[in-house]
Nanobody, 118 residues
């Protein structure tokens, strides 16, 4: 079983920065096809923030373009999210997701909390 471990969340003032990290541990069946960050604000559905593969340009939600940068090493199953110019609406629980090559199965991390004070 693969386990994703996230870190880097915390409390920051609006305009500040945070860097989230995610690393996979265990057996990844079929290799890593893609990794992504999602977030879930209180009372809202989980939404895609950014995703990355080994062969395509990263994808970003419109709300974070120009402020967030996703990076990582797909072969090593590690991914980062650099978040700059944070806004109060960026507050939420951030989750790392890994898509495996075997049947496109997904693995999720436990989440890390980001709170942006205005």
């Amino acid at each position: 079983q693969v386990r994703l471990v996230e870190s880097g969340g915390g409390l920051v003032q609006a305009g500040g920065s945070l860097r989230l990290s995610c690393a996979a541990h265990g057996r990844i069946r079929g290799g890593t096809r893609a990794m992504a960050w999602y977030r879930q604000a209180p009372g809202k559905q989980r939404e895609l923030v950014a995703s990355i593969t080994s062969s395509s340009t990263p994808v970003y939600a419109d709300s974070v373009k120009g402020r967030f940068t996703i990076s990582g090493d797909i072969a090593e199953a590690t991914v980062f999210l650099q978040m700059n110019s944070l806004l109060a609406e960026d507050t939420g629980d951030y989750y790392c997701k890994l898509r495996m090559g075997y049947n496109d199965e997904d693995a999720w991390g436990q989440g890390t909390q980001v709170t942006v004070s205005s």
